[in-house]
Nanobody, 125 residues
Framework: QVQLQESGPGLVKPSQTLSLTCTVS??????????WSWVRQPPGTGLEWMGA???????RYSPALKSRTSISRDTSKNQFTLQLSSVTPEDTAVYYC?????????????????WGQGTQVTVSS
């Protein structure tokens, strides 16, 4: 069974770049025709898909966040990474990494087969 685990700082200052890593075990990020996504949930709101990298290494991004978001991977470590630049307090959220077969309903929990436990990120000076 695939397991995903997010890691990274819990507190980031405004204007800095947030960097999170998702470590995958039990399956390879380069096989199986899967999408590997970053999804966040700000307090009191629903899920927001940020972007994904697929098994071939191709990336897709939310139009709303594309200018500030970069997703990359390290296949030797079976990890993929999120970088979000120029953060503001509005970027405070629980950040999740997740796996799915498609990207049709990216803001719904049912789209994803597997999730990490989530990591709280607070943007504050």
């Amino acid at each position: 069974q695939v397991q995903l685990q997010e890691s990274g700082p819990g507190l980031v200052k405004p204007s800095q770049t947030l960097s999170l890593t998702c470590t995958v075990s039990g399956g390879s990020i380069t096989s199986g025709s899967y999408y590997w996504s970053w999804v966040r949930q700000p307090p009191g709101t629903g899920l927001e898909w940020m972007g994904a990298i697929d098994y071939r290494g191709s990336t897709r991004y939310s139009p709303a966040l594309k200018s500030r978001t970069s997703i990359s991977r390290d296949t030797s470590k079976n990890q993929f990474t999120l970088q979000l630049s120029s953060v503001t307090p509005e970027d405070t959220a629980v950040y999740y990494c997740a796996r799915s077969r498609t990207l049709r309903r990216v803001d719904t929990r049912g789209e994803y087969d597997d999730w990490g436990q989530g990591t709280q990120v607070t943007v504050s000076s």
